[in-house]
């Protein structure tokens, strides 16, 4: 499966950007898509995740409450709400998927996008 994230830019704190994920195909009941990101300097850490199948989330906790994930399975497409952005969300945010919701969640699947700037300006 190829993954296309779309949507980085700058921002102001406080603002708000929507990550897209254009999968190639994906079969709705087995695969699970989640968005990592990656600092400078820093290790990738997961974001979160949504089953494309009973629409199960994971969320890290830093973003607990200010970031929304959802699906759309028509369109084969996953979202990134990001609302309260913070300078310390400036990341390349990538999109990951595989057919094990905790395979993603973990970082050990097989599909994996180019990546999105996401800049947050303070």
């Known amino acids: 499966v190829q993954l296309v994230e779309s949507g980085g830019g700058l921002v102001q704190a406080g603002g708000s950007l929507r990550l897209s994920c254009a999968a190639s195909a994906f079969t709705p009941d087995e695969y699970a898509i989640g968005w990592f990101r990656q600092a400078p300097g820093k290790e990738r850490e997961a974001v979160s995740t949504i089953s494309t199948y009973d629409g199960t989330t994971y969320y890290a906790d830093s973003v607990k409450g200010r970031f929304t994930i959802s699906s759309d399975n028509a369109k084969n497409t996953v979202y990134l709400q990001m609302d309260n952005l913070k300078p310390e969300d400036t990341a390349v945010y990538y999109c990951?998927?595989?057919?094990?919701?905790?395979?993603?969640?973990?970082?050990?699947?097989?599909?994996w996008g180019k990546g999105t700037l996401v800049t947050v300006s303070s």
């Open positions: 990951h998927g595989d057919q094990s919701f905790p395979v993603v969640v973990a970082g050990w699947g097989a599909d």
